[in-house]
């Protein structure tokens, strides 16, 4: 925005006014047709939309690429996540992914949109997305959705990105913008993989590599045919890719948050250097404990099974009861309910609640564990 001066910015207001005055008076008597605004808005934000899958690549033994394809793509900025809506033996589940493919991809004379997904054997969606999943299969897909973005504005023009196992993904879109022209940075991706086997997207990266795209990997195995970094994350290796004025994107597994901030606080780095993607703990080492979960809707009353080491969310969704969720890491807010009775747990790092819901019994479903039975109001 251009700054004038004082007197001639506050000016401009009266100048706007006269001249919207002089629109109002000469303008055509015709009603409007077709409000340009709203298709505008339509088109961006065209809420639950429906995709068919079209291709399907395997990047690594655990992780495939799926190709959606349809009409009505809205344009998204890399680094943003869509989820897919689907079934599981008659359960309506929806997932959140990130987006891998360029957002200049989703406007295109063939719109499409790529994630990356992977297979995870103590996740009932994960397995079986990744061994069901096949061409022409549809999906309903919410998209553009999470703020871990690059911001021109706030951020750097020097990017480190640093990811953990399959939290690479994100990184590819921005890669991918960046090959397009639409992001104008440089952008060193620090990739941590356990062993060589988990190195995925490997190809796509290829392609991209240039003077303002890097990847390095850096494997925590030791492996004996692997002349690469080895080991963890660490300060020495970060400050290696880094300039002084660097932003950090990190997004991976919660351990590798852990250390990894660890790393940049030795380093002194100004926390608004650093933007997290919000992970998910899995709670897999939490013991099972077995709770009821009241669910009141309006007058009714549903009472089902809960897990000390499942999500509220979960939990209505495994008793095929409708709830809405995006993120599933306690930032968006779409799964909120009301508890009415009953001890839970939700994580630090997930509890971006509200003041007044947090003082009002509200929780985000999707990040939130029972710890006794548990009694909660939702809305029909
Ligand atoms: S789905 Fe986003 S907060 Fe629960």
Redesign the pocket.
Known sequence: MKINSTVRDFSGAIRVRGKRKKKFLYASEEPVKVDEIKLLANKLHPGIISLKVTNIKLSSLYSKIIRLEGENIPYFKAGQYLTLSYKINNLNVTRPYSIISSPNDAISDKPFVEICIGYRENSISGKYLFENVKINDEFKVEMGLGDFTYNSIRDSKNIVCIAGGTGITPFLSMARSLKDGILDANITIIHGVSNSKDLVLNDEFKELLSDKIKLVHVLSSNEDNWDGLKGFIDKDIISKYSSNDSTYFICGPKAMYDFVLKELNELKVNKRRIRKEVYQDNYSDVKREKYTLEVVRGIDSTFIDCYSNESL?LALEKARIKIH???????????RVRVLDGEYYIPKDNDLRRQTDKEFGYV????TYPRSNIKIKINI
């Open positions: 969310a969720t995006r993120c599933r890491s306690g930032v968006c807010g779409i799964c985000h479903s999707c990040s």
